[in-house]
């Protein structure tokens, strides 16, 4: 049995989420009443995001180091960052890590892959909606990535920092999200949407669009969490 680290906080919400999420499955696979073993360091969201505005991807990166190697040593066998954004350094934090590391875009790109997708539009936070890490891995399976437009990324971004993040989920902010899902689909005709951050699920589960598939990243991710937990067991 594999123990599983998590660097949550980046933001809270999801972390419970995760949680929530891994325990409920865990215990569908393995159907003996047991419990997932589990080991959680939740950090300060606010740093990253000042590493991250600021360009500063070194000290990010250390940063998340930091808190993987605080995760191996009080005995997490495999490590996973709670959250889209920081995935911007994670190739090099998985060359610093002590631990292999399970990376959320990779899941992603796995879940495309079976359902045959191949042009997806992604929502995030303006980091992740700019930033190349989705693209190029999309891209090395054939897959593109499209980016709403500028104003609704500053849309999303908006919502997500300023709602999602703090744990306020508003039907308002669902309508104009879903809106603009139905503007980037007619205009760059997207076959499928990632939902490329971890607080986006808890506001538009079960609100996925006719024809168009939402590729939930957090859940994406526990699956792919749990799977490693019960490997070789």
Known sequence: MQTAGIVGGIGPESTIDYYRAIVALY??????????????????????LAFVAAGQLEPLTSYLAGA?????????????????????????????????????????????????????GLFGTRSTMQGVFYPQTFERAA???VAPSV???????????????????????RAALLEIVSSVQAREKIDGLILGGTELPLLLRGHEMPGLPFLDTAWLHVERIVAEMLRGN
């Open 27 to 48: 215990r569908s696979r393995k159907g003996d009443g047991s419990y997932p073993p589990l080991i959680v360091n939740s950090i300060d969201l606010q740093k990253v």
């Open 68 to 120: 993987i190697e605080k995760l191996a040593a009080a005995g997490a066998d495999f490590a996973v960052l709670a959250s889209n954004t920081p995935h911007l350094v994670f190739e090099a934090l998985a060359r610093r890590s002590p631990i292999p590391l399970i990376s959320i875009v990779e899941a992603a790109a796995a879940a495309a892959r079976v359902r045959r997708l191949k042009r997806l």
């Open 143 to 145: 897959m593109a990535i």
């Open 151 to 173: 104003a609704e990324q500053a849309r999303i971004h908006d919502i997500y920092m300023n709602e999602l993040v703090l744990g306020i989920f508003r039907d308002e902010s």
